[in-house]
């Protein structure tokens, strides 16, 4: 008896734990009876009736990711692998058209990839591809919720997440994007060095015309200076050509007066031959012998008028 009702309960308690059973959040149960959709069971405990119902399965209701590769030829004849991530989930509303309309959704979805995809890039470039490879994701998304929808299916979001040209094919962009950078900084180089020329020029320019100003400017005083002191001398009585030797004698004591206050200078007298010599010599005695006799004539000059 003791062991009958053993029995008993534990049978009891394996119905009670065959009844029940539970559904995690974001989630649903398909429950079939004798093999016929019975109901759908959403989140928390739930009840079915052991050995009649089962639970046929369970649906994920988060958005899942499915990531596409193809390998497709653009419209240069260039092969490229492109990357493109589906964003999808079971529609609440939808769970039995998800679960018994499709065995393999993943293989679904993958199938509409490939035809949307190799049906739009081999119209573009491979420049375009790039450009407009948001394009290509609202092309694959589009196509994709109108087939997807009817099987229970909401696609949230597609994504071009990369773009794989041929290992050759990159580097031969890579060398005409090396190219065209160095064809610019060539041109920026050859900008800058023109204008440097060009300043430089300008510059120099500059420079000569104020060094010519500077010298014209300082032969006009010297000019006005000298006419200023044959002025002087005429009104003392002395003519022109006498005013003259006495200008010239005097620069010429500054000018050796000048010189001998350097230690370093060195004087060279030319020409160089022994008749020149005598007869600059002679000259400048004939000068200072003038240089006197228009002093002596000055000082006469003064005292007559006393």
Known sequence: MFSFTYILIVLVALVLFASFFTVKQQSAAVLERFGKFNAIRQS??????????????????????????????????????????????????????????????????????????????????????????????????????????????????????????????????????????EKVAAQYEGDAQRILIVERAKAEAESKRLQGQGIADQRREIARGLEESVEVLNKVGINSQEASALIVVTQHYDTLQSIGQETNSNLILLPNSPQAGSTMLNDMVASFTASNQIGEAMKNKKVSKK
């Not at 046929?56 to 493109?84: C, H, R």
């Not at 009817?150 to 696609?155: H, M, R, S």
């Open 44 to 181: 928390g405990l739930r009840f079915k009736i052991p050995l009649i119902d089962r639970i046929a399965g369970k649906l994920s209701l988060k958005i899942q990711q499915l990531d596409v590769i193809i390998e497709t030829k653009t419209k240069d004849d260039v092969f490229v692998k492109l990357k493109v991530s589906v964003q999808y989930k079971v529609i609440y509303e939808k769970v039995y058209d998800a679960f018994y309309k499709l065995d393999y959704p993943h293989d679904q979805i993958t199938s509409y990839v490939f035809d949307v995809v190799r049906a739009e890039v081999p119209k573009m470039k491979l420049d375009d591809v790039f450009v407009k490879k948001d394009d290509i994701a609202i092309a694959v998304k589009s196509e994709l919720n109108e087939a997807m929808m009817t099987y229970g299916y909401d696609i949230i979001k597609t994504l071009v997440t990369d773009i794989d040209p041929d290992a050759q094919v990159k580097e031969a962009m890579n060398r005409i994007n090396a190219s065209e950078r």
